[in-house]
Structure formats: C-alpha cells, structure tokens
C-alpha cells in the first residue's frame, strides 16, 4: 500500500477508536491496541513529514469535551505522556535526559487506568474539579467530584490557590459489585472499570455518581502559590501531608532498578485495588524538568511503559450459542477457569462464526486468551501443536438453540439469525415490532409493558396478546385497571387493520410497509398470498425473486403457521383492505422535509403508488407536507401558507384508509 492510503487508513480507524473511546465511553478495541496503532500511524509521519496534517491524531492528545458540561480552560494543560513498549526506548528515554542532565533520579508511579481530573482549591476550599478533555479544555464536573469521598474538599494550611492532577478510578471490587447488580436487572454491563469512571463523572445528576464510589489518587502539582520544592517526590509528600490521597512514588538512582521496578510491579498489578495499564517514570528533579520541557503533546522528562494485556493458556471444554433478542446467534467459548487481570474467568468471545473459521477454533483446543478492557476475555489465537486428533472444525448450528426454526445469514454482515416468528428468546421485541404504529398500531403496548407480559407469562407466543387474561394484566406495574381497560380495546381494534399492517407486524425478511402493501393490492386475503406460488409472488410489482423466496419460506415454517391459525382463531382480519393503485392521492403534490424512519426514496414510492406527485419545494400548490424530525425551512413555509402537515404516520394512517385526506 503507498503511504498516503496507509496513513489515511490509520488515521480513520484511530479517529473512529477514539470517538468510541472519549464522547461514547464505549471502546471497541483494547487501549493497546490503540496505542500500537497510533505508533504506527507516527512512524510512518516520522518518515514522510509532508503528509502530516494538522487534523492527524498524531497531532491531538485526547477526544473532545462534550456539551453537555460547562467546559474549561485548563491554566496548565493535562499532558500526555509518550508511551514505551520496549526496553530499548526505556533507555533511549534516559539516554535522552542523560543529555542534559547528570545522574537523574526517578520518580517510579504505577499508571492508573482511571480518567485524568484537575483539582482547584481557594484558600483550601475545593472550587472546581474538571476532566482531561483534550488536554487543553475539559467539562467542569465540580458537583461529581464533590461526591468522590477520597478527595478533600478542605485542607489544612493550605496555599491561596493550588490545582493538583490526579487520576479518577472506581475500584475493581467496587465494578465488580455495579456490574453484578446491573446483571441481576438485566442492564448492560460496563465493559470496564476506566468506562465505568468515566460514565459515572459525567453523569448529569450528582446523585447517580455518589452512588458509584469512585475513588481519586492525586499525581502531580499543577499549579501552587505556596511552598516550592525542588523534587517532585518533595511535592508529592507535601500534598500527602495535605490530606491528598497521593499516589505510591518510589524514587531511584539507578535505571536497572526502575526496570526491576516495572517488572515487579508487572507481576504484581493484581494487589492494587485499581486498574494498572503501565508505569510512569519521571524525572525527579522539577528544575531539570523545566530545563527538558515539552513537545507540543508530551513533556520531555517522562515516560509511560505499557504493559501488554496478560494473556493465559486454557482448554475450550464447550462452545455455546445464545440467541440474543434480536435473534442473533452469538457463540461462547465456555473455557477451564483461568485467573486472569484480577478475575477468574470461565468464558471468552467467540463473536460469531467467520470469527470461529478465521482463526479455526474447535472444542477441546487450547487457545491463549486475553482480557484487556473488556470483561469478557477474547480467544487470540489457537496453541495448533495441542489440538487433539480427531477434532472437527466448529460450525454453529443451522437450526435456532431455542426454538428450532431455520437459522439464516444476514444479507450483509456476518451475524446468524433465528427466524422463528414465535422463538421465546425475540418474544420481546417480536412483539414490539407486530404493535408498533407501521404495523398493528396498539396504543399504548410499548416495550416496558410488553416486557412485563413476557416476564409474568402473560404473553407467551405473539397471538396470546389476543387471548391474555387481561385481570392479571392490570396488576402489572403502569398499567391499572383503566389504562389495561384501553389497552385491551386497542388489541380489539387492531385485529380489523387489515392484510397490509398484517404482513408488516409478521416482520418476515424483506417484507417493510412498502412491500406488504404491494402484496395486498394484488391478493385479496391472507390465505390466497400463502398459496401462491413463488412465480405469482414475483409477479407483483415490486417483489423480487428474494422476496419471494423470503416469504414462501417463511409461510412454510411451522411457527409461521402455528401463528397464522392462532391469529384466525382469535378473529384477527386477514383480508386486504387496499384501494386499486393510483387512486387514492391522484393530482395531488406531496412534499417530503425533515428526516423519516424509512429511506426518503420508499415514501416517495409509496406516495407515487397512489398517483400523488412528489415535489422538492412548497408552494400554495402543494397538497400537503410530510415532515420527519429536525424538518427547516419546508416546514416553515408550509406553516405560512397554511398547507396541512401530516407526521410520517398520520401518512400511513392515511394510505391505510384510516385518516380523512388533508
Ligand atoms: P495516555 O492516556 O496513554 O496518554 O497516558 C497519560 C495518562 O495517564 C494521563 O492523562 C493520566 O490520566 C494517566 N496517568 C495515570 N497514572 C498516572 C501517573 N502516575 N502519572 C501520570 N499520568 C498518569
């Protein structure tokens, strides 16, 4: 690959690395990773400085402050700090130093893998407390940090003005404990103790992150009008005599012994109750750290050592498959347990089958595993010379764990999926999606009630909505005697929506609104489109060979059928209540504004179906207006002339024939 495509490549990755990171606390690739990556990306800028450009992520030290938080100016920025993997550019490091300085001494920290905090105190009154942000501007988390009980909000004897730089962590047994209880509530776990930290300080309600207990250990001076020192490790005793909780600051003469040091803090991370992701050597000396300065992004007179994540050996004893509740197949290696970054583990990430093929991963193989920021590990790669004779390659199962139904590849990507219209582990949001407004329209069954329904068993298949004992269902938490009794008329009223909002709720693959109302157009009832062939599908506007395929398919699958009979029973209308195309809309001009929940090019087809134009400005001509979210100027004008506006479901309500035309 030429250079430029390789940097521009790096460059996207890190830039889409760092946004999961920083503004969506939610990484996707281990910080090791990242740091590797963005080394590569310097290297490559090291050896054709005419391609750097200001906007490389080389060039910047962290993500940027969200709005949310008032943001601050940092009166001594929060640098970074240059990363060494290897022994050679430890030494380099010091020969560097060594240039300038004679016989250097070391400050030895561990490096907390927590979030960077600036810490400001007015005659010893903690005033203001802010994150990292990019360095140079961070969010103003005051009202968080005042929860954060290891952080003196008054000191003792203390200068006018002080701001300290410390790192914010939650502690590994205090994680493990939020995860656990988020687990018992169903709630999606934290991938890691650094996320957990960072999502609790920029918490908007300070109640919420005193709940979370994080924990502050405090680094550095930034700034003090009070007694100077002429060492670092002197500054740091000051600030513990504070009342700082300061960080452990072994210092040494001797370059060997900060590589013992490093080796045995290595060995050793588990014992700290935070998160290590490498260790911190500083020069000791605060003039000679004047003297060495700083680059644009790091000082001159540190380095950080990362640490690769710990990586152990273990035997897959079992692959299981969870179907997840959009249907999804997810593999998971269930492995010997391995103690591993402080936890033992008994699973890995197997993600999905290209993942198992790629790296041939069968039962009974050995593998190396690594945990590295996330909390469940991932299978690196398999140790080949222990395979046992006789293994098979692993292929996940082709038939749904839960409910038996076909399991199909997703047109594009790599996730398998269970099409079973009544598999119990999608009952959720199976039935979500057949009560939504583009399909049977039930006011007021929504996703917290649905959940209730399927937890209590209310509601076991999605027909049972038509059958449930609806006295157990207003003792339901929201729901109430009079709130159940519209409900259950709204589930009454939804059975006469007709065939088209009938095929959308079936959900099947490749049959959307626009599909389900070709179809009803061309077959009066239900039971006359199951019997059409694959050739009579195709013929109708609009259906292609994959629909078709999709829909004989899934009308052949015995829950298909299972819940079509359930539904007649229940008298649920499986006739078509469509009017002949192209009438309903004839001479009318139809604007689309704003953004709708289908591609623009769909309503469009749906408004034109029924003879309407579609036009690309407003004026007194215009029928009437159809506006999505954030709609501008369209909007605006259709308002001054007066021209009627239709939501993008008053719209399908109207092509159903259930709304008075504008
Ligand atoms: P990096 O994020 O890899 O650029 O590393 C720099 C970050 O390490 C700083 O922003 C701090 O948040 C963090 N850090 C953790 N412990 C220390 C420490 N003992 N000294 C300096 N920085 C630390």
Redesign the pocket.
Known sequence: MEAQAQINALREKLNLWSHQYYDLDAPTVPDFEY?KTLRELEELEEQFPELVTPDSPTQR??GQPLETFQQVRHEVP?Q??Q?VFAPQELTAFAQRVCQSVSKPRWVF????????VALEYEDGVFVRGAT?GNGEVGEDVTENLKTVRSIPLKLNNAPRRLIVRG?CYMARTVFEKLNRRREEEGRPLMANPRNAAAGSLRQLDPKVAASRRLDCVI??IQLSDGPAFDTDSAALDYLSDLGFPV?DHPVYDDLNDVSQAIAALGESRERYPFDIDGA?V?LDSLPDRELLGATAKFPRW?V?WKYPPEQKESVIEDIVVQVGRTGVLTPKAVIRPVRLAGTTVTNATLHNQDFITEKDIRIGDTVVVQKAGEIIPQVVSVNLSRRQSGSEPYLLPNHCPVCGAAVVRDEDGSALRCTGAECPAQLVRTITHFASREAMDIEGLGPSIIEQLVEKKLVNRPADLYTMDWEQAAALEGLGEKSAGNLRSAVEQSKSRGLTRLLTAFGIRQVGVSAARSLSRTFPTLDALMEASEEELTAVEDIGGITAKSLKDWFAAPQSRHLVEELRNAGVSFDSTETPAGTLLAGKTVVLTGTLSRPRSEVKKLLEEQGAKVSGSVSKKTGFVVAGEAAGSKLTKANELGIPVLSEEDLISLLNGEREMP
């Open positions: 740091d030290v962290g929060l970074s700090l990363d920290e561990p490096k907390v893998d927590g979030l960077s990292r790192e680094f550095n960080i911190v500083k540190a950080a």
